[in-house]
């Protein structure tokens, strides 16, 4: 990578990470925050929780759209605009319902989208999965960090304090937007945005494209479900003070990283991605009926966890990678526009339906419930095609008519190692699938490029 586009990738990987640890850091200590509160429910504990998502997936595509046409920065920081106010109704509020109108104005300010837009106008094709990887890595690290700094934060300066610190986190994220990230200036044409509109309609009618949406659906909700759960448990069955909630989780963790590599690489150096997938589904599942035992001890609620974990960053891992080997050529940010507000939208699911089922049932209900959903997940994942493993590769054709671009996609198509192409004549751009083996660059440049 050059200069800008390593710029691009660390600058953009903190403005979102650091959003999304103002986010994440609740996760652990809420509950147990909100049981002190006047008039509470489980419910409504649940809906403060998991509010947010339901306005990120709400605003999510509309931000990308906005993006498109005023440009991507000004919309990135009226977001974290928007999402510092949140935060800081958040701190301030004394009653329950002040704090679910907190969550969600910080919910509002739906960058996501816009982000990866604009680390997609900052690289090169050829870095862009680095770049996008790089950024997928932060929020998962953000996570990791949230639940061992949410419990210690919270004996510091209590959760009001972590509101604070996060409207903190988005005003340094603007100077970071408006200093940092590199400038980009790509004005669309009305073929381009037609051309974001016809993939969202690809993305929406893509029967493997909606699995893996549905997928991550079922994955945020239950992860979203377990933590409104899981503190009290800590705290009454285990009889842990919140302060020491950060020791279980970092040992949790760190044990489900040790175990997430090697299964990582079994799916990427051996090509077993759908096996290893559904694997990890499985793995979600028996954590799940593994926290369902009546007579649960410390140690078995650690194990539960462990693979709870090791399942979950399995999947957080590989579902962005195989939405991107999935759609359609062309359409991969659109793909990841619907992919985004199915997690979002997973979250705010997660919160309320658990907190209805602990208003009539105890914990053990939350978790059968996030088995059965589990369950569901795995009988539709099941049917998924396995992942093209072949390389791709895009370079620039000129822009031309659809007829054109049709005749176009044919030559390459009998082109010497091209394995599928496609050509957006809008765009002027080539997507190929290729055999490394027998596919000559040159040559081919030589004879399509623009």
């Known amino acids: 990578m050059n200069s800008i586009e390593l710029r691009a990738a660390i600058s953009l990987a903190l403005i979102y990470s650091t959003r999304m640890l103002g986010l994440f850091m609740i996760l652990p200590v809420f509950v147990l925050y909100a049981e002190k509160l006047a008039d509470i429910t489980p419910f409504l504990i649940g809906v403060a929780i998991g509010i947010y998502g339901l306005t990120q997936a709400m605003f999510q595509i509309p931000f990308g759209i906005w993006s498109d046409r005023i440009g991507r920065k000004p919309v990135i920081i009226f977001g974290l605009l928007l999402f510092a106010m949140g935060s800081v109704v958040a701190a301030i509020a004394t009653t329950i319902e002040w704090i679910i109108i907190g969550r969600a104005l910080q919910g509002t300010g739906a960058i996501a989208a816009a982000v990866m837009a604009l680390a997609a106008d900052l690289t090169r094709e050829q870095h862009r999965t680095k770049v996008m990887a790089i950024i997928g890595a932060s929020i998962g690290f953000s996570f990791m960090l949230a639940l061992i700094l949410g419990p210690i934060l919270q004996a510091w300066f209590g959760v009001p ?6 409207a903190v ?17 790509l004005p669309k044409t009305q073929s381009e945005l037609s051309v974001g509109r016809q993939g969202l309609s690809l993305a929406i009618n893509n029967g493997q494209l909606l699995r893996l949406d549905f997928g991550v659906f079922i994955l945020h909700m239950v992860l979203t479900a377990v933590f409104v759960v899981v503190p009290s448990m800590l705290q009454r069955q285990f009889s842990l003070d919140m302060a020491e909630h950060w020791q279980v989780y970092l040992a949790v963790m760190l044990a489900s990283i040790v175990l997430l590599i090697p299964s990582i690489i079994l799916s990427e150096k051996k090509q077993k991605t759908k096996e290893v997938f559904l694997a990890a589904i499985i793995l979600c599942i028996l954590s799940q009926l593994g926290l369902l035992q009546a007579d649960l001890s410390f140690w078995s609620f650690i194990v539960a966890m462990v693979v709870f974990f090791w399942g979950f960053n399995l999947l957080e891992a590989m579902l962005p990678s195989l939405v991107s080997k999935t759609c359609n050529a062309g359409n991969k940010g659109a793909a990841m526009g619907v992919f985004s507000s199915s997690q979002f939208f997973g979250a705010f699911v997660g919160g309320s339906a658990s907190g209805l089922i602990l208003q009539r049932y105890d914990a053990s209900g939350v978790f059968l419930f996030a088995a059965i959903m589990l369950t569901l997940w795995f009988l539709v994942a099941f049917s998924m095609r396995k992942p093209d493993y072949r390389p791709s590769y895009n370079f620039q054709v000129g822009v031309m008519a659809s007829q054109q671009a049709a005749a176009v996609a044919q030559q390459l198509q009998d082109f010497e190692g091209v394995l599928d192409a496609t050509v957006i004549g809008e765009q002027g751009v080539a997507y190929l699938r290729i055999d490394k083996q027998r596919f000559i660059e040159k040559e081919c440049i030589e004879k399509f490029a623009n």
């Not at 304090?161 to 996060?166: A, E, M, R, V």
């Not at 986190?169 to 200036?185: E, Y």
């Open 161 to 166: 304090g972590i509101f604070w610190l996060t």
């Open 169 to 185: 986190f988005a005003l340094l994220g603007i100077l970071v937007v408006s200093f940092l990230v590199p400038n980009v200036q």
